[in-house]
């Protein structure tokens, strides 16, 4: 989604943004994809733990270069990072709305109406998006549930 979004933010390094979606689930390929929901600050350690040892193992260019852009992420101050985070989370709510109903779990009903709203706030444009989500999310459940 990023790379189709460089028109809408055109004074934003969306090759930057670009390179932290690419990277950001990385730390999944030793601890497995556990929900946001489930998912404990003691898993958010391990995971970090993990990935880190993983990074400092390759060439030192790239160790660092990827050691900054975690940084970044995990510091939410940019709106480079901001955009990531958001894009990371409407592109879940896509694949939820995209999924049969009998996969969502019962708490996912409700989450999906509310989540992300406080991470696009700052852009209107990635508000209307997530309202579009919502939208589908809405038709969704209303035409599955008959």
């Known amino acids: ?58 060439p030192e260019d790239i160790s660092r270069m990827m050691t900054e852009l975690y940084s970044e992420m995990d510091k939410q101050e940019t709106v480079e990072a901001k955009i990531y985070k958001a894009l990371d989370k409407l592109e879940a709510l896509i694949q939820h709305n995209e999924s049969p109903l009998d996969t969502w779990s019962e708490n996912e009903f409700e989450l999906n109406k509310t989540y992300a709203f406080d991470t696009v706030r700052f852009s209107s444009w990635l508000t209307s998006l997530r309202e579009e989500i919502l939208s589908d999310t809405l038709k969704k459940i209303d035409s599955e549930q008959r």
């Open 1 to 58: 989604m990023a790379f189709l979004l460089k028109g809408e933010f055109p004074d934003v390094d969306m090759e930057k943004v670009i390179s932290m979606c690419l990277i950001h689930d990385l730390g999944e390929c030793f601890t497995g994809d556990i929900p946001t929901f489930i998912k404990t600050d003691n898993d958010r350690d391990v995971e970090a733990s993990l990935l880190s040892k993983w990074v400092n193992t390759l």
